[in-house]
């Protein structure tokens, strides 16, 4: 759980993919720090109703199944998040698809699959949720190191995370009169459950190119995530903001 001291009372957040990795930890860390925070998930319903009672003394939280590539899903969400809380003050975009293969290798399905998950889903959700978000509001998106590094196997995700910074630049310049930040992320290696299945060879070399000498965690990215958040970023939008420990 975080320590930061940055308080969200009476903020409202929605986070896609909030069951497991910087996800959860986002999630639990808002909630810490006072936001009421609304969650999707696509079928781990039990990590779901966990989350849920792991918090429930700190603020008001509940997961919402949903499959952001599916536009029906988005409108169903929407509708409910309105119905259970109002308006939405702070959107985070961090469900995604990874893949790593080589260029020569990948499929139409997987193409497909990655490009509906990691950038029309968000597109679509920051579209159907604007009428919610209130003015000041914040939307943060979850990209990746790999658009600015040369990731081995990477091409297509990195493409699909490039496609969603693009979006936060140019929407930033649409949203800025109601004063709405859109900003996105870029983690380096961070130690998620895609991680724990590198061998421990491919794990030190991943440590070793950040200046740190080490992965990142979980936490540090929700930290940067909770900033972002607060009334503190207010004169910071459009921004690709690298948080991966000197990569």
């Not at 893949?99 to 139409?108: L, R, Y």
């Amino acid at each position: 759980m975080s320590s930061t001291t940055i308080d969200l009372t009476g903020k409202t957040a929605l986070v896609t993919g909030g069951t497991r990795g910087i996800g959860r930890a986002i999630v639990e860390d808002l909630a810490c720090q006072g936001a009421a925070v609304a969650f999707t998930y696509v079928s781990s319903a039990e990590k779901a109703k966990e989350l849920e009672t792991e918090l429930a003394d700190f603020s008001q939280v509940k997961g919402f199944q949903s499959d952001i590539t599916n536009i029906a899903h988005l409108d169903e969400l929407a509708t409910s998040v309105e119905r259970e809380f109002g308006t939405i003050d702070i959107l985070i975009n961090n469900a995604g698809s990874f893949i790593s293969k080589s260029f020569e290798d990948i499929t139409e399905s997987e193409f497909d699959k990655l490009f509906a998950t990691n950038v029309k889903g968000p597109f679509f959700l920051m579209q159907r949720l604007l009428p919610l978000m209130a003015d000041n509001g914040r939307i943060i998106n979850l990209s990746s190191g790999s658009t600015r590094h040369h990731v081995p196997l990477t091409s297509l995700y990195a493409a699909t995370k490039a496609s969603l910074e693009q979006f936060t630049r140019l929407i930033s310049k649409e949203l800025a009169p109601r004063g709405i930040t859109v900003n996105s992320i870029l983690p380096g290696y961070t130690a998620t459950d895609w991680v724990a299945y590198v061998p421990d060879e491919q794990k030190a070399w991943m440590a070793s190119q950040a200046a740190f000498d080490r992965l990142g965690t979980a936490q540090d990215i929700s930290q940067a995530v909770l900033f972002l958040a607060s009334d503190l970023s207010g004169w910071i939008t459009g921004q690709q903001i690298a948080v991966d420990g000197g990569l």
